[in-house]
């Protein structure tokens, strides 16, 4: 059977790895390849590197740090953060990456879903979705939580679903940073919403948490940045917590 | 050993190459190489077809290249070199893939590739994610010394139904077993995704290197 995934999440800044409290306040938490291939051993079932300045600043770094993620790591590896055009895309799907996920860009010109689904195939396409409750509805943001848009969540990954996007990547952005828990609700609500996998992420403290994303928020993926690089816990206690509540998960490989 | 890479701009062409690559110097030596010149596949040993996307867009892409289909022909199925597609680089061993209409494949393994179209809502596509391979041929040299319930990595939403099914090797289970390893003489084909399959992949891979068909 197809097993739950466990991903952590690197936000890169200009090259390195920083963690992300309310996408603000953020601390420098290391080399990204470096990072990645602890988690390639560790038993990680794919890496999402999240380059968080990238609406803004210069981008090529982050294209040299999958390529040479890539060179070392074999391992599924999505990446996103200020992604615009088609060609952006290409361009980390040929350094490396195996989905690419789109945001602000998304929901500007919803055709970008459409046209980098025709040309690479909906399975690289993530639609990364930053959602908050305003008036008891869950809407969504741009450029990293900091625009709101009036659009309603679940419209839009529908919406997204039906442009091509093969996955969407969740985050709740009343719950990233404050280590309690996934909104469940939202990630829910979405997740039912949607035929297409969905990665919950946003909020994660506790290794309940991780397991809460599958069992109460139904999703098929789980992402957590702080736990991990922290060392809070590790990739095989969180599959060890996972496997003994029920949720299934890939063993750590033997050979 | 001499490994051709099929250079067709396949998204996932460098992380094949570098997986390869890696294998190669696991093994002690050779060559892994990105071509898609059709007289030049003669001087290879192994031929690797990678592949993402949709169906008839890499085969469009592959047609591309004057000579590159009929250089695959002869070298794969003529000369019988051991040939590895992966993903819908396998798919295109099909008689025909159903995916945005109705495209030829190779026809080198009889069968067709279909939608995966579930009936159970909470079967998501594409299936993607880790999934166990069961193993129905474990003689086959390519899954040598593969331990009991290995998961591998797929990413996909269309799935080959081969029409003999001794040309199954592996299934694996979402909602229903779907073709995961295909096989027949010098040809191998993964659903899945070898290159990003962590140690699995990499010992597939050098599996896939050593086999003498």
Redesign the interface.
Known sequence: ?????IIPCLDVNNGRVVKGINFVDLVDAGDPVEQAMIY?SA?A??LCFLDITASHENRSTIVEVV?KT??KC???LTVGGGVRTVEDV?TL????A??VSINTAAIKNPKLINDAA???????VVVAIDAKLVNKSYRIFTHGGRKETGISAIEWAKNAEASGA??ILLTSMDRDGTKMGFDLELTRSVSDAV????IASGGVGTLDHLAEGVTRGHA??VLAASIFHFGLYNISEAKAYMEKVGVAV??I??? | MNVAIIDYGSGNLRSAAKAFEQAVSELGGGTVQLTKDPDGLRNFSHIVLPGVGAFSDCMTRLSATDGLIESLQEQVFIKAKPFLGICVGMQLMADVGREHGETDGFGWIPGEVISISPHNRNIKVPHMGWNDLQIIDSTHPLLRDLPEGAHTYFVHSYHFVTKDERHVLATVNYGKPLTAIVGRDNLIGTQFHPEKSQRTGLRIIKNFLGWRP
């Open positions: 059977m197809l097993k739950t995934r390639d038993g079932d794919e390529a890539a060179e074999f391992m599924p290409r799907l040929i350094a490396g195996d989905k025709s040309k690479f195939g909906s399975q690289c093969g996955e035929s297409i996998p969905l098929s993926a890939r063993p490989e033997i050979i």
